[in-house]
C-alpha cells in the first residue's frame, strides 16, 4: 500500500470505530479480514498509527476546538500528522491527493488548519491538565482519589504503548524453549519479570509469525492477567470455575497450573466468548476444561452447584480503566451508558452468586481490570459485610514472591508502577466449617 492509502483505510477505520458499538481491536481485526489482501507490514503501520491516534484523542480535538473546527474524521486525523508526526503542508497535499485509493483533496479550511498548526506542540501550556493525560470526566475524579500525587505519573504510563507478553503453555513445551523459537527468529524475548510462564516482546510485529501461538504451546497474556491467574493458586484434581471467562485466557492459565488434572468450568452470558475459549482449549491440549453458558449471574446452575467447588474466579466486568495502556478506546468507549455505580452494583451481584459455588475451606478470587476503589476494594469490603462466612487471605501468604503490590493484602498492579495493565484481585476463603446462611439468592 501507498502511504496515502494506508491514511485512507485508517480513516474508514477511524469511522467505524466511533459509530460501531464494538471495541476498536474488534472492528479493526474484522476489517483486515475483510481485505485478506493488506499485508503485515501495511497492516502493521495502520494499526499502530491508529492506536496513537486514539492515545491523542483529547489533544487533538482541543486543538480543533482552539481553532473553531469540528472533530471530524478528517480533521483529526490532519491535526495528528501535523502536531505528532509533524508533517509538512506540502506532504500533506500530496497525500490528500483524489488519487485512486487516496484520501480526497484537501478542501481550503483543510489546508488552512494544516498550516495554522504547524510548529505547534502536541500538549500545550493552556491545555487542562485532564486533557493532555487524556483521562475522561467520568473517571478523572475516582483516579484522582485513587493515585494522589502520583495521578499524573499513572496517567502518562497508560498514554505509552504496552509490551507484548505471552505465556507459556507448559503442557506442551517449555518457556526455555519457546524463548529459543522467539530469539531464533529475531525477536528481543526476555523472561518476565515475575510471571512464571511468561515472555515478554520488546517489539512491534505480525503476530502471525509467531512461534508457537497456532499450535497452542504459547498465547497472549498480559503479564498482570497471568498474575491473577496465579492467585487461583488451583492444585492438579480441583474442581474450579472461571464465573466471568469470556474468550478464556485465565481459563488456560489455570487449566495448565492444574496438569490437565480435575475439573474447571468456563462461565459466561456470552455464547460467543465461550466458543471461543472451547477452541483455544483445545488448540493448548487441555482435557480438564468445559465450557458452560449462562443465563445471568442467578443461572439455576450456581444453585444446582452450590458449594461444589474448591475455587472460583470472578473475573467482573468493569469499567477497563486498567486496559487504557492496550485498547485506547475504551477510555472514550466509558460505562457511561452503564455508570460506575451501576457497575459496581452488577459486580456485587456477580460476586455474592459466584460465592455460592466456593465449598467450606475453598476459596473465592474477585478480580477487575480496573483502577477505580470503587470496584475493587470497596467492592470487597461490602462483600465481606454481607458474608462472614468468608476472610480475606493476605497476598503475603498467597503468593510471597509478589512484592510491590500497591495494596498490602491484595494484588494491585499498574503500568506506572509494575508495567503491566491495571490490575486488581483479592482472595477470599471461605470457613472450613459451614456458617448459617447470609441471604443468598436462588
Not at 503485515?40 to 473546527?69: K, N, V, Y
Request: glycine content about 8%; charged content about 25%; overall charge positive.
Amino acid at each position: 500500500m501507498t502511504p496515502a492509502a494506508q491514511l485512507q483505510a485508517i480513516l474508514e477505520l477511524m469511522s467505524e470505530i466511533d459509530t460501531v458499538a464494538r471495541p476498536a481491536d474488534a472492528i479493526v481485526s474484522a476489517w483486515f479480514r475483510a481485505r485478506r489482501q493488506i499485508g503485515d507490514a501495511d497492516r502493521g503501520e495502520i494499526i499502530a498509527t491508529l492506536q496513537e491516534l486514539l492515545r491523542h484523542q483529547a489533544r487533538l480535538g482541543w486543538w480543533l476546538e482552539r481553532h473553531g473546527r469540528k472533530d471530524t474524521h478528517r480533521n483529526r486525523l490532519l491535526a495528528f500528522l501535523a502536531l505528532v508526526e509533524r508533517r509538512k503542508p506540502d506532504q500533506l497535499k500530496r497525500l490528500f491527493s483524489g488519487a485512486k485509493y487516496a484520501p480526497s483533496i484537501l478542501t481550503e479550511a483543510e489546508a488552512t488548519l494544516v498550516v495554522k498548526l504547524q510548529g505547534s506542540p502536541v500538549d500545550h501550556p493552556a491545555m487542562p491538565d485532564d486533557v493532555r493525560l487524556e483521562c475522561p470526566d467520568w473517571a478523572a475524579g475516582a483516579l484522582r482519589r485513587r493515585f494522589g500525587a502520583d495521578f499524573e505519573t499513572e496517567m502518562a504510563a497508560m498514554l505509552t504503548p504496552p509490551p507484548l507478553d505471552l505465556r507459556v503453555n507448559t503442557l506442551k513445551t517449555t518457556r526455555e524453549q519457546s524463548l529459543q523459537a522467539l530469539r531464533g527468529i529475531g525477536l528481543p524475548a526476555e523472561l518476565s519479570a515475575v510471571a512464571p510462564f511468561g515472555i515478554r516482546v520488546s517489539a512491534r510485529l505480525s503476530l502471525a509469525h509467531l512461534p508457537g501461538l497456532k499450535t497452542g504451546e504459547i498465547e497472549i497474556q498480559d503479564e498482570g492477567s497471568q498474575l491473577v491467574a496465579l492467585l487461583v493458586d488451583a492444585k492438579p484434581g480441583d474442581r474450579v470455575v472461571d464465573f466471568c471467562a469470556g474468550a478464556g485466557g485465565k481459563t488456560l492459565a489455570i487449566a495448565a497450573q492444574m496438569r490437565n488434572k480435575g475439573r474447571i468450568i468456563a462461565c459466561d452470558v456470552n455464547e460467543g466468548r465461550l466458543k471461543r475459549c472451547a477452541e483455544r482449549a483445545r488448540r493448548a491440549g487441555l482435557q480438564n476444561a468445559e465450557t458452560r453458558l449462562l443465563t445471568s449471574e442467578t443461572d439455576r446452575w450456581v444453585k444446582r452447584h452450590k458449594a461444589g467447588f474448591d475455587r472460583v474466579l470472578v473475573d467482573a466486568p468493569c469499567s477497563g480503566t486498567g486496559t487504557w495502556r492496550r485498547n485506547p478506546d475504551a477510555r472514550w468507549r466509558s460505562p457511561q451508558e452503564q455508570g460506575v455505580d451501576n457497575l459496581a452494583a452488577l459486580q456485587g451481584r456477580i460476586l455474592a452468586s459466584a460465592a455460592r459455588l466456593v465449598k467450606p475451606g475453598g476459596r473465592l478470587v474477585y478480580a477487575t481490570c480496573s483502577l477505580l476503589s470503587e470496584e475493587n476494594e470497596e467492592r470487597v469490603a461490602a462483600f465481606l459485610a454481607a458474608h462472614p462466612e468468608f476472610s480475606v487471605v493476605p497476598l503475603a501468604e498467597v503468593a510471597p514472591q509478589l512484592t510491590g503490590s500497591a495494596h498490602p493484602d491484595y494484588l494491585s498492579l499498574t503500568p506506572a508502577r509494575h508495567d503491566t495493565d491495571g490490575f486488581f484481585a483479592a482472595v477470599l476463603q471461605r470457613a472450613a466449617v459451614a456458617q448459617a446462611p447470609s441471604g443468598d439468592a436462588a
